[in-house]
């Protein structure tokens, strides 16, 4: 069922667990993360990059993703990610998305607040909400971000911006980095403490990739209530490919749906195991959009 990104991280952040926000980049992967959840009883999120959006068709992926989510007995909403391009915004509120995130973290302060804004008033104006970042996650995923830190803010400012702008969920940096860590992160779930201290506003974490399910449970209990996993999901999918190809190449035998099928069962796996760390096994209820 299609559902508000909203309505299903304020339940998530309710019931003490946090939400799984899933990249995708094909019909496949989107298929497979929705019936994964759909068979963990889990709500879910759905994200596309804007390097995925642009080269697959708004249309074409808002299509996909309804057709899934009607055939899915939780709630499943569907999210841009890391989108610093207001048309590329502007095309998926007309689409009827459930959510943008505005990346601002390239721009200076003043400028990332008003252009914020701007997204913000535009988003909701047709009922679409919008997950603000105005201090840099480290890291560089599909071809947006930085490998250096540029832009950082108090916990104060952060939460005084974000009621300015009327954004609706908040992705602060808390230690983490997109793509593979090269060693362990410093993590700062201190940050999320802060926040939650001082404002309700959903937290989201990004960069989850590769952290230890003890690592999750204490963002979550600090009040993280969405958490963004891509790289784990392109690397499964990849590597699920690459092992159904060598054995379609061994057995001779060149048919497409064994391999579809051997990667589906493995990206399915590679999301039950996020949800059940997420601790949002069985957690589904109502919320139709």
Same mark, same amino acid.
């Given at each position: 069922?299609?559902?508000?990104?909203?309505?299903?991280?304020?339940?998530?952040?309710?019931?003490?667990?946090?939400?799984?926000?899933?990249?995708?980049?094909?019909?496949?992967?989107?298929?497979?993360?929705?019936?994964?959840?759909?068979?963990?009883?889990?709500?879910?999120?759905?994200?596309?990059?804007?390097?995925?959006?642009?080269?697959?068709?708004?249309?074409?992926?808002?299509?996909?993703?309804?057709?899934?989510?009607?055939?899915?007995?939780?709630?499943?909403?569907?999210?841009?990610?890391?989108?610093?391009?207001?048309?590329?915004?502007?095309?998926?509120?007309?689409?009827?998305?459930?959510?943008?995130?505005?990346?601002?973290?390239?721009?200076?302060?003043?400028?990332?607040?008003?252009?914020?804004?701007?997204?913000?008033?535009?988003?909701?104006?047709?009922?679409?909400?919008?997950?603000?970042?105005?201090?840099?996650?480290?890291?560089?995923?599909?071809?947006?971000?930085?490998?250096?830190?540029?832009?950082?803010?108090?916990?104060?400012?952060?939460?005084?911006?974000?009621?300015?702008?009327?954004?609706?969920?908040?992705?602060?940096?808390?230690?983490?980095?997109?793509?593979?860590?090269?060693?362990? /992160?410093?993590?700062?779930?201190?940050?999320?403490?802060?926040?939650?201290?001082?404002?309700?506003? /959903?937290?989201?974490?990004?960069?989850?990739?590769?952290?230890?399910?003890?690592?999750?449970?204490?963002?979550?209990?600090?009040?993280?209530?969405?958490?963004?996993?891509?790289?784990?999901?392109?690397?499964?999918?990849?590597?699920?490919?690459?092992?159904?190809?060598?054995?379609?190449?061994?057995?001779?035998?060149?048919? /497409?749906?064994?391999?579809?099928?051997?990667?589906?069962?493995?990206?399915?796996?590679?999301?039950?195991?996020?949800?059940?760390?997420?601790?949002?096994?069985?957690?589904?209820?109502?919320?139709?959009?």
């Amino acid at each position: 069922m299609r559902a508000s990104t909203l309505d299903i991280v304020r339940q998530a952040q309710e019931g003490g667990y946090a939400v799984g926000a899933f990249n995708v980049f094909d019909d496949l992967s989107l298929r497979s993360v929705v019936q994964a959840a759909s068979a963990a009883g889990s709500p879910v999120i759905i994200q596309f990059s804007v390097r995925t959006a642009r080269a697959m068709g708004v249309d074409l992926v808002t299509a996909m993703f309804h057709a899934a989510a009607d055939a899915a007995t939780v709630p499943v909403s569907l999210h841009l990610d890391h989108c610093p391009d207001v048309s590329v915004i502007e095309d998926v509120v007309r689409a009827g998305w459930s959510s943008v995130l505005f990346d601002a973290s390239h721009l200076g302060l003043a400028e990332a607040r008003e252009q914020t804004r701007r997204v913000v008033d535009l988003a909701h104006a047709r009922g679409v909400e919008v997950e603000s970042e105005i201090e840099n996650i480290v890291g560089v995923e599909d071809g947006v971000g930085s490998d250096v830190l540029t832009h950082a803010y108090s916990e104060s400012e952060l939460v005084e911006i974000a009621a300015e702008t009327g954004a609706d969920l908040l992705a602060p940096q808390l230690g983490t980095a997109h793509g593979l860590y090269k060693g362990r /992160p410093v993590l700062r779930p201190d940050r999320v403490t802060a926040l939650r201290k001082l404002s309700d506003m /959903p937290i989201v974490l990004h960069g989850g990739t590769g952290l230890t399910d003890a690592e999750f449970r204490t963002f979550i209990d600090a009040g993280v209530s969405k958490i963004n996993v891509s790289t784990a999901i392109k690397r499964i999918y990849m590597e699920a490919s690459a092992e159904a190809l060598r054995t379609a190449r061994d057995a001779n035998r060149w048919e /497409p749906l064994p391999v579809f099928d051997a990667i589906s069962a493995r990206v399915a796996e590679t999301v039950t195991a996020h949800l059940e760390a997420f601790g949002s096994v069985a957690r589904a209820s109502g919320g139709s959009r």
